[in-house]
């Protein structure tokens, strides 16, 4: 097919679009939080009108053939269908307005139409100002394409573009050292677990969404001096401690939870709409002190990170993808197995200094990512300026009282900052 304007899926478009069935909705979603003054529906609309042509991407629907699928231009591109009211009524409180979210969350994007959609939801009256619930498929945009969307479309000012790491290929000057560690990368990647995960079972249609928010610079500065960690070492560690949390609770396991950290691969100018690979941690649920549990878990991304195994697992599986076809699927498989990994935690840099949305600051941005076959649990990690908001999906009959484990992520973070000093 040679429309004008048409856009191949990329095979990683194609394989995040084929994982939609009856229990899976495929997308993500960014929950952009505004105060008093927030602009109205028509007001969105205007600044969206102004600006769409800076992401042609969100002009385009599914088209093309099943063996050839394509991105292609919506010659019937209706701006009020994708920007609306909400249907749901001003919830009483903050629980409330987040159960609203999931079911927002559940519904499924139109097909027939470019896939994304923003709900302007207004908030319960003591909060006041309104929560744009914005719907992406994740074959449209992954974590880094969705802020360079909200910096393009949204956001009133040009904030500092977030750093991504370059991108790896065979051009790379480690690609031969890396290959020489395969056998380590198989080893890390692939030996899988003996132990079932505590979120391992059957994914019903059902969401439940809860957030938590902590300070970036104290658990940033806290991590370096306790450790010599980073942040994103810090982000696993307090989710390592929610977890244990929640399980003592629930009188699960303490031991080990493997964990599945996708790694950006997206470069400046880059507008692939995924381009990012991982690797796998195993979170220490048994350790009590918390910053042991950080120094584990430093230890543990350390040695992945020398290695290059998100790069060298994306070189890897492309080069099976072109030998073998069939191969390539059944590594696939392995990689998406609850014995492989049991909970997926991102971490996306969003804005580095405040934002705002035709004048009305955004006082949070979570970001929500959707569950997988037999994986009932979903952690992603958002920055806004000088605070880093989490968000926790689930379904709720595998993983009850999601609330309880999100504020377990602000309790242990506190721990973290208190133990620094």
């Known amino acids: 097919m040679n429309e004008a304007g048409a856009v191949p899926l990329s095979p990683e478009d194609k394989a995040i679009l084929d994982l939609e069935c009856e229990s899976i909705v495929g997308h993500t979603c960014k929950i952009v939080v505004l105060g008093e003054g927030a602009p109205s529906v028509e007001e969105l609309r205007t600044r969206i009108a102004e600006r769409i042509h800076l992401t042609p991407e969100l002009t385009r629907k599914l088209g093309g053939t099943d063996a050839e699928p394509m991105w292609v231009p919506d010659a019937a591109f209706d701006l009020a269908a994708h920007v609306r009211p909400s249907s749901l009524p001003p919830a009483p409180d903050r629980e409330a307005e987040l159960a609203e979210i999931a079911t927002l969350f559940e519904e499924r994007l139109d097909r027939d139409r470019p896939l994304w959609s923003i709900d302007v939801v207004p908030r ?93 610079p104290e658990l940033h500065d806290a991590a370096k001096k306790l450790a010599e960690a980073t942040l994103n070492d810090a982000v696993l560690a307090v989710v390592a401690g929610a977890m244990r949390r929640w399980a003592i609770h629930h009188g699960g396991s303490l031991g080990s939870v493997r964990v599945r950290v996708p790694v950006s691969l997206h470069h400046e100018g880059d507008e692939a709409s995924n381009r990012d690979s991982f690797f796998s941690v195993r979170l220490p649920l048994h350790e009590a002190d918390p910053v042991e549990r950080l120094r584990i878990v430093n230890r543990e991304t350390a040695v992945r990170k020398e290695r290059h195994d998100a790069e060298a697992l994306e070189e890897t599986v492309g080069r099976l993808s072109e030998v073998s076809p069939r191969l390539a699927k059944i590594i696939g498989r392995i990689e998406s197995s609850p014995r492989e990994f049991a909970v997926s935690v991102s971490n996306v840099p969003g804005p580095r200094t405040p934002v705002s949305i035709l004048g009305t600051p955004v006082e949070a941005l979570h970001s929500i990512a959707e569950i997988g076959f037999r994986h009932g649990l979903r952690i992603s990690v958002v920055s806004l300026a000088d605070r880093l908001f989490f968000g926790f999906n689930a379904d709720p009959d595998l993983v009850p009282e999601l609330d309880a484990m999100a504020a377990g992520v602000e309790a242990e973070a506190a721990a973290l900052v208190a133990a620094a000093g």
């Open 124 to 216: 319960p009256r003591a909060l006041g100002g309104s929560v744009l619930v914005w719907r992406i498929h994740h074959a449209l945009a992954d974590g880094t394409t969705s802020m360079r969307f909200a910096r393009l479309m949204l956001w009133d000012h040009e904030e500092g573009t977030p750093e991504t790491r370059p991108a790896t290929g065979g051009e790379d000057p480690d690609h031969r050292r890396r290959r020489s560690h395969l056998g380590g990368l198989i080893d890390r990647e692939f030996a899988g677990s003996i132990h079932r995960s505590p979120f391992d079972g059957r994914v019903g249609g059902r969401r439940r969404i809860a957030v938590a928010e902590v300070s970036l």
